[in-house]
């Protein structure tokens, strides 16, 4: 096998370029932690830690800023949020940099988290004026019944961020809630904390009001629930485990949440795919970010027809991708993130290999490139009763199962527990579209591995069953952010029985009434 490979060389960051960042944390309270550079393990820095106290602050100031900032216009919180846009984009090579060096992944899975913040951005300076206006429904008397339907933001909404994607999640779901007129702490990983205070410095930078996007820093199982009882929304991105935790602590609270939790994505190949196509673009869809990507294809699907053909074709590709450290785009895929990822990974193709599995690409640790790095793995002859037949691994590691029809794929899909993203491989986009809407999850990508769902970003994105319960993207992802208040005003007089008229006339000429409405079909 002949991955090409380049030594580790990205540094830790200077600490010129971290050290003012931390200014945009409430955090010191607790003991310092120290992070390292996956790819190189050189020490990124101290990280100062988030007491009570510092939590406490950080709320209280948070709250504060959003009171004013409620009352601004709609559309100058929506000119600041295209000001960071313009910075994002503008300043992307050290926030590159950044996340690169926080997570260890190639700089072109970097860039997805640039153009996704970017999108958001766009997006949601360009939809809040009109997602926010106040609507006027019908009111209980058509002409005396005024209503008005108001938004109201939540107030200050928790954003607790995994470390897989530290731009793009810790970043994208806050525009739309500061848009809504809300405040925002994040509490992002440790791991990546950096790429998130840069996110609030620029932030700044475009007419943030200083105060209102808060950082506490610190591992969420020690001050997730001290967040949590504070905030008044909580938005959540992270294992399926954890997501029952938060989803206890904020029932408990009786305040909403949104989980955006794990995934066992199933691509799927039809006996008319573009296989070559399929072929090369399942390559983005399972190793992206070395596979920590909660919407990457962990099972892949293929007609008996084709099976053969996309099976030599995908591990041609496989066998082509760069693996490697770097500050630029030298490299396909880079390291995982941790010694925790990477022990799930061996753990897992371990254990398939020892229950029969093979091994097509990959299944090696690459020491010699790093500590985290894994090579690209697929794997054929995956059954029940091995691990990651229905574990999520979270790694660059793919398994490939044969399928006799549509049917067949359809129902291998969707044995499992997840529902988070899918991918359907057809020439025959109307088929594709009916074979998308009987698989379990919250998104479906045709000729796409997730970009085409993940990208539009008018449209929700979320999952299904252990998947999650919320939604970003799309006007739920900013409706979430806000509660409705109805306000309705009874013109002329109030809605009870006419002068001298009895309850018992009243209730038959309600029934009238409303009987008459039924059959002019009135809402
Ligand atoms: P994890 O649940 O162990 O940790 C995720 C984050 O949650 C970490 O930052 C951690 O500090 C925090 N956390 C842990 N316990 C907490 C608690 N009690 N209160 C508050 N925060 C707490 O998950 P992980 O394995 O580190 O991350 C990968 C998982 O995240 C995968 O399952 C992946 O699919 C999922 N994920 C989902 C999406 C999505 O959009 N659906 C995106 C990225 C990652």
């Known amino acids: 096998m002949t991955i090409a490979t380049q030594p580790a060389t990205s540094d830790a960051l200077p600490s010129s370029l971290v050290q003012p960042l931390l200014a945009n944390a409430v955090a010191g309270g607790a003991p310092a932690v120290e992070v390292f550079a996956p790819v190189t393990g050189a020490k990124i820095a101290d990280l100062p830690q988030s007491s009570t106290q510092d939590i406490e602050t950080a709320f209280e100031t948070a709250r504060h800023a959003q009171r004013e900032w409620a009352r601004r216009p709609v559309r100058e919180r929506a000119a600041v949020l295209r000001r960071f846009h313009d910075i994002v984009l503008a300043e992307q090579n050290i926030i590159l940099d950044i996340v690169q060096t926080e997570t260890g992944k190639s700089r072109v899975h970097a860039f997805d988290e640039v153009a996704d913040v970017a999108t958001n951005a766009r997006h949601y300076a360009a939809v809040a004026g009109r997602l926010l206006t106040t609507r006027r ?100 991105t992270g294992s399926s485990a954890t997501g029952r935790i938060i989803a206890q602590q904020a029932g408990e609270r009786l305040i909403g949440c949104s989980l955006e939790l794990g995934g066992k994505n199933p691509l799927l190949v039809l006996a008319d795919a573009d296989v070559s196509r399929a072929a090369e673009i399942a390559i983005r869809a399972c190793f992206a970010s070395a596979g920590q990507l909660c919407e990457s294809m962990e099972r892949i699907y293929v007609h008996d027809s084709v099976y053969d053909r996309f099976v030599t074709e995908f591990i041609e590709h496989v066998e082509n991708i760069k693996l490697g450290g770097g500050l630029n785009f030298d490299n396909d895929m880079g390291s995982l993130t941790s010694r925790r990822q990477l022990d799930t990974v ?18 090696r640790a690459r020491p010699d490139l790093g500590p985290y790095f894994y090579e690209p793995t697929v794997l054929t002859g995956v059954r029940p009763g091995m691990t990651l037949y229905r574990e999520e691994t979270f790694g660059p590691v793919v398994s490939i199962y044969r399928a006799h029809s549509d049917e067949d794929a359809i129902e291998q899909a969707n044995d499992t527990a997840y529902g988070l993203n899918a991918s359907v491989w057809t020439k025959d986009t109307r088929n594709g579209r009916a074979v998308a809407a009987r698989i379990n999850a919250g998104s479906v990508n045709i000729n796409e591995g997730f970009l085409a769902a993940w990208g539009s970003a008018d449209a929700p994105v979320g999952g299904l069953g252990i998947s999650g319960t919320g939604r970003r993207h799309g006007p739920e992802g900013l409706l979430k952010y806000i509660d409705t208040q109805t306000i309705a005003v009874q013109r002329v007089r109030p809605i009870v029985p006419l002068p001298g008229m009895s309850e018992e006339t009243w209730a038959k000429t309600m029934t009238l009434l409303l009987g008459l409405m039924n059959t002019l079909r009135q809402k």
Do not use: M
Request: no cysteine.
């Open 346 to 363: 061996v753990a897992h193709v371990d254990d398939a290999v020892a229950k029969g599995a093979t091994v097509l690409a990959g299944g």
């Open 137 to 236: 429904p019908r009111g209980a008397l058509p002409g005396l019944t005024r209503v008005d339907v108001r938004h109201r933001p939540k107030g200050v909404v928790a954003v607790i961020s995994p470390w897989n994607y530290p731009l793009a999640l810790a970043v994208s779901d806050a525009l739309p809630a500061l848009v809504a007129g809300n405040a925002v702490v994040a509490r992002p990983d440790n791991q990546t904390a950096f790429t998130a205070l840069w996110a609030i410095d620029a932030a700044v930078r475009a007419g943030l009001p200083r105060g209102l996007w808060q950082a506490v820093l610190g591992r969420g199982s020690v001050i997730g629930g001290e967040v949590i009882a504070r905030a008044d929304y909580v938005d959540y």
